[in-house]
């Protein structure tokens, strides 16, 4: 009777150890993908600044070129969705892993 109540704690303890490993893994995973995504946007929003400076350039000069206009507009809307799409990318990729380890953990304590 001893022996299975020590079982039964050691049970306790490592699905207790498990579960801090797991939060602990989660929240490095949420930093990483913040830096993942910081570090993207920081090497888009050069060139975004760049298509806003070549716009505001050619705005006097290509007044009458409404199709070079849309065409600018349209590259910056690009970027801006390339922006959206990481970060979305990265944080479902992570929560993916999550619920993957989660299920092997689930599946480790039966």
Do not use: G, Y
Request: hydrophobic share 35%; with cysteine.
């Amino acid at each position: 009777m001893e022996n299975d109540l020590i079982s039964i704690q050691c049970d306790e303890v490592t699905k207790n150890m498990m579960n801090e490993i797991q939060d602990d893994m989660i929240s490095s995973l949420n930093r990483v993908s913040k830096n993942m995504t910081q570090e993207v946007i920081d090497k888009i929003k050069p060139m975004e600044k760049k298509i806003q400076d070549l716009k505001n350039s050619f705005e006097d000069f290509v007044e009458d070129n409404e199709e070079f206009t849309d065409k600018v507009n349209s590259l910056s809307s690009s970027l801006d969705d390339i922006l959206k799409s990481v970060e979305v990318i990265i944080e479902s990729s992570i929560v993916k892993v999550v619920n993957e380890q989660s299920k092997m953990m689930v599946e480790h304590n039966k």
